[in-house]
């Protein structure tokens, strides 16, 4: 099936979205403010030695010097010396017989600057790429926990061989495979093994020429991951709309993935480049519970911390006689419309679907082959179970990254992510209530309730008879005052 990209680009936000079929299948977004630090490699300079703490300041360029302690710093033992190592394997010298002010070291941040600390920072590099983490000062080749230990050995080999096909002699340096290279061709770890060996590359030549606090290094941007992660076989062409990104992207491209940048296109059209194949519409629809379906039916998508569960419903169905024939036709287009939506709304974890009952075996096999075969078309890995004894579908997609909500919206502040609020009838005898126990405690003159307009609409109109009463019985005036800035099911009683 072919793919096409489309980038939007703006100096606050990049935005990628794979069309497939001429829909929106996934969406990426990145924003400038939110990019972090973790894994740049910086030349630094020693600013100061701090024996007693066993730590070092390190001038990397930023407005606070970093701070590399004496377990982050790795250095390799001579021919024939053996050291007692920390907990990284560095060498557990002083740091102060090991580094020295004035002196410049290459570090990488692992972990970012909070509030009034520095970042902290390690002397051992190491750059990830798609599938494997490259370790230019190490030599063995790890492979990722998560991986099944009857694969790894295998794994292990075919890297070992791949790392020493291009070196003639010498050291190769060490790798760590990661979780998605379980399934990965000799190609694309070959491809993989090749990019990483042009940045330690461009890295040590940076080193050489540069003054420092220079930054030698960073994390690929989304823009550049689009060539190194999202671009396939099929993928016909990669639009970006912005022509200064366009030619460094091409650039990058030019260097390091020569066959994806092949289909780089600069995009000069007139309307926003995510208009095309109504991409912001997309998005929306995908904040939002339900999904309605051609056939009339519709999904309804619910996702907790835990996992997600998705309702399947008819809507309007033709009638009996053909119940059962509209129920598998919405499940079979349902099936189509869940493997989209997990890849739109990037949703992982545990995933239960509640198909429509359906009464044929048959019926229920050709959907799971319906669900089965569309997420075959997902890069994420899925695995897909039978349908339980109540009619459940249970099923896991591996989780990469935030899910589109999590990254574009945050809980209600009214409801603190409930999705529901109280009624106003229901916050009109809450405040009833709270009146009748304020006045055993206290003597004021009035009463005097601050709520929602819609709370107060409902005691002048529907419950005005009840709050009279109350006034009768406790022998004070109540008043009432509507703001509209309040919470829908808050209030509160002041007393005069």
């Not at 998005?283 to 309605?292: F, H, M, N, T, Y």
Request: charged share 25%.
């Amino acid at each position: 099936m072919q793919q096409d990209i489309l980038i939007n680009w703006s100096p606050q936000e990049t935005r990628v979205a794979i069309v497939e079929s001429g829909a929106a299948q996934e969406v990426h977004v990145e924003r400038a403010l939110e990019r972090g630090l973790v894994g740049n490699v910086y030349l630094g300079k020693v600013a100061r030695v701090l024996p007693g703490m066993q730590s070092a300041f390190i001038d990397i360029g930023l407005e606070r010097a970093a701070f590399l302690h004496v377990a982050d710093l790795w250095q390799r033992p001579l021919e024939g010396e053996t050291l007692p190592a920390n907990r990284h394997g560095a060498p557990s010298k002083p740091i102060e017989k090991q580094v020295f002010e004035g002196q410049t070291l290459m570090v990488q941040v692992i972990k970012d600057p909070i509030g009034s600390k520095g970042a902290r920072l390690s002397t051992q590099i190491s750059i990830a790429g798609r599938m494997l983490v490259f370790l230019p000062q190490d030599e063995h080749i790890g492979v990722s926990q998560k991986i099944p230990a009857e694969q790894r050995e295998a794994l292990r080999g075919r890297v070992l061989a791949l790392a020493n096909e291009d070196v003639a002699g010498g050291k190769t340096g060490g790798f760590i495979l990661r979780t998605n290279a379980e399934d990965a061709s000799d190609a694309e770890l070959a491809e993989d093994i090749g990019y990483l060996r042009k940045a330690w590359a461009r890295i040590r030549e940076g080193a050489t020429r540069q003054p420092p606090t220079s930054l030698l290094h960073e994390d690929l941007s989304l823009l550049q991951r689009v060539l190194r992660d999202l671009t396939a076989e099929h993928t016909q062409s990669i639009r970006i709309d912005s022509g200064e990104q366009f030619q460094a992207l091409m650039a990058f491209g030019r260097e390091f993935m020569p066959a994806a940048a092949a289909h780089l296109q600069h995009y000069k059209g007139e309307r926003p480049i995510f208009d095309l194949y109504s991409v912001d519409e997309e998005i929306g629809k995908a904040l939002g519970r339900r999904v309605d379906l051609k056939s009339g039916g519709y999904l309804i998508i619910d996702q907790t911390e835990a996992l997600t569960t998705i309702d399947v419903n008819t809507g309007g169905f033709v009638g009996a006689r053909n119940f059962d024939d509209t129920v598998f036709k919405t499940n079979l287009e349902a099936a189509q419309a869940i493997a989209r939506q997990l890849r739109l709304r990037n949703l992982g974890g545990i995933i239960v679907i509640d198909f429509i009952d359906m009464v044929q075996p048959e019926h229920q096999q050709a959907v799971l082959a319906e669900l089965r075969k569309q997420l075959a078309r997902d890069r994420v890995k899925t695995q897909v179970g039978n349908f339980s004894a109540l009619g459940l579908v249970e099923m896991t997609r591996k989780r990469t990254r935030e899910s589109l909500a999590q990254l574009l919206c945050e809980p209600c502040d009214q409801c603190q992510g409930a999705g529901r609020v109280r009624t106003a009838r229901t916050v009109a005898y809450d405040i009833l209530r709270e009146i009748l126990r304020e006045a055993r405690q206290f003597n004021p003159k009035e009463f005097r309730i601050v709520a929602a307009p819609a709370v107060i609409e409902m005691l002048l109109d529907e419950e005005s008879q009840h709050l009279a009463g109350l006034s009768d019985f406790i022998g004070k005036p109540i008043s009432l005052q509507a703001e509209g800035g309040i919470g829908p099911d808050r209030y509160d009683i002041v007393l005069l």
